[in-house]
């Protein structure tokens, strides 16, 4: 103890004696102390903390103003921190970024884009889907902003592969059902008696009959799952085609293209913000107070001192107690400062990934009325990869559909285009799915190429891997703390940049109570 104040020592080794060694690791995983612990009661700080004390909050100079600067921002100034942001963009929000009419797209060596989308229309160039679990949904709640079901998953998109299209539901129906015919058959020739019980395998059998929808003799002969050419209605509709042999399905390559959603991150149902991404910016930044961003403040150089911390920008300088640095580790690598060759080696270890979209803009939706597709995802072995249909504004006169969006090598190879070039590419892809009305009913169109964004420069970064320089940048170098999505395990999501930021704003927050 020291004097008055309870150190968190000295409250450690009380409920250590009080309560054993439960109690204490319990405590210590509240205060942000034990291993994996840190997450999972974020407490944000609070004007209180400090009045125990008599301390006040510190001031705290955040590089960026994308999601992680934001909530930075936002939860210390939960505690009165006084907080000032440094945005190298024109805008707040990083990868956050809906276009919409009226904008501009610039991009580093290349033309700029006008977005001439109609009133109401929007597209979200950066981040899109939201997982039920994710933080990002607790902000949207805490925000006040609005979300909706992201159809992320639907039998009525498409999977092209080989050269064809078919519905996924029937691509689906068709893996499966021959997956759990040859696993039946397997069964009942008795290859898995040395791994399955006899009563275990009456339960298989029961599940895969299920699972493909098998005939009586545990065949797969077609299924309705597949969908119909005239669907069920007075009469019993018109069957699809029969489906191919067990060598035609696999041979149509399909396999590879009905597993996108199978992932924790990416499993139904997902939900995005009503009205476009941007609203989350939106509502942080003035939660934060635009006044504290000042943007078009490109970072020229960090300085740890023995009592704060200098960073200088192309219009000034700054003096803070403490930084929060969370810009892409391969730009903050490039920005002189004193905080140690280790750190200079750790940046540059994650490695930027390209990734791009483009957003088409019809006039009618074609999608809905012709396809009967109401949102969803058609996977593709093309290029483009994927075609996002929307997930709202169902049934509205326009509608915009993301004709690509794609990574690495194929991302690269269209953000090297014009950006009439990389439409004239999508629609030709697209129109092998969705025929000419693809290529002629289009009303303007953008596209982004992320890694050609300045002070951005990358969709997301890859580590090698989760080593050392990883755990080091998690942790402050003197006064200055990192964050970002690149900081976790959560790469290219959000919730990855608000965990991070919420992870430094603890840290730092317990330093800053701590400090005599
Ligand atoms: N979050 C991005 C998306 O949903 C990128 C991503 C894709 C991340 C798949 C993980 C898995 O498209």
Request: glycine share 12%.
């Amino acid at each position: 103890m020291d004097g008055a104040r309870l150190t968190r020592r000295g409250l450690l080794v009380g409920i250590g004696a009080a309560g054993g060694a439960g109690a204490m690791y319990a405590a210590m995983g509240a205060l942000g102390l034990a291993p994996g612990e840190q997450d999972k009661a974020f407490t944000p700080p609070r004007k209180g903390d400090f009045s125990l004390q008599g301390r006040a909050a510190a001031k705290v100079v955040i590089l960026g103003a994308g999601v992680a600067g934001l909530v930075a921002a936002y939860e210390l100034g939960k505690a009165g921190y006084d907080c000032t942001l440094l945005e190298a963009r024109a805008e707040a929000g990083g990868r956050n970024l809906t276009l919409r009419g009226g904008d501009r797209l610039t991009e580093l060596n290349g033309p700029a884009q006008a977005v001439t989308f109609g009133q109401g229309s929007y597209f979200n160039a950066g981040p899109a889907r939201i997982a039920p679990w994710m933080v990002t949904l607790d902000y949207c709640r805490e925000l006040g902003i609005p979300i909706e079901t992201f159809v992320n998953r639907s039998a009525q998109a498409y999977v092209h592969t080989n050269g064809r299209t078919m519905r996924s539901g029937t691509a689906r129906a068709d893996m499966y059902g021959y997956i759990a015919e040859l696993l039946a058959k397997a069964t009942n020739a008795g290859a898995l008696n040395r791994k399955v019980t006899k009563g275990d395998q009456e339960v298989l059998l029961d599940f895969l009959r299920r699972f493909g929808d098998l005939g009586p003799r545990l065949e797969y002969e077609g299924s309705g799952r597949r969908g119909f050419v005239k669907y069920p209605t007075l009469d019993a509709g018109t069957p699809l085609t029969p489906p191919g042999t067990l060598h035609q399905v696999l041979a149509a390559g399909t396999g590879r293209a009905i597993t996108n959603d199978f992932g924790y991150d990416q499993a139904t149902p997902m939900f995005q913000p009503v009205g476009g991404m941007d609203a989350i910016v939106n509502r942080l930044v003035e939660a934060v107070g635009a006044d504290r961003i000042t943007t078009g403040a490109r970072v020229t150089g960090i300085t740890d001192q023995a009592d704060g911390v200098e960073v200088s920008w192309d219009g000034g300088r700054i003096k803070a107690d403490y930084c929060v640095a969370t810009l892409p580790p391969h730009l903050l690598a490039k920005i002189p400062h004193n905080l140690g060759e280790p750190v200079t080696a750790a940046l540059r270890r994650p490695v930027p990934v390209a990734a791009g979209k483009i957003g088409l803009e019809y006039g009618s939706r074609w999608w809905e009325t012709d396809d009967r597709i109401y949102g969803g995802v058609t996977e593709t072995d093309l290029d483009i990869t994927h075609i996002w249909y929307p997930s709202h504004d169902y049934h509205a006169e326009r509608g915009i559909v993301v004709g690509y969006y794609n990574t690495d090598q194929h991302a690269e190879l269209y953000g090297a285009l014009t950006p009439e070039d990389r439409r004239r590419r999508a629609l030709t892809q697209g129109k092998k799915i969705h025929g000419e009305k693809y290529r002629t009913g289009v009303l303007s169109s953008v596209s982004i190429a992320w890694e050609r964004q300045e002070h951005i420069q990358g969709g997301w970064v890859r580590w090698p891997d989760f080593d050392s320089s990883f755990t080091l940048l998690q942790r402050p170098a003197g006064r200055v703390y990192f964050a970002g999505d690149w900081l976790t395990r959560l790469i290219a999501w959000q919730a990855g940049a608000m965990e991070s930021a919420r992870g430094a704003v603890t840290q730092l927050h317990q330093r800053v109570l701590r400090s005599p």
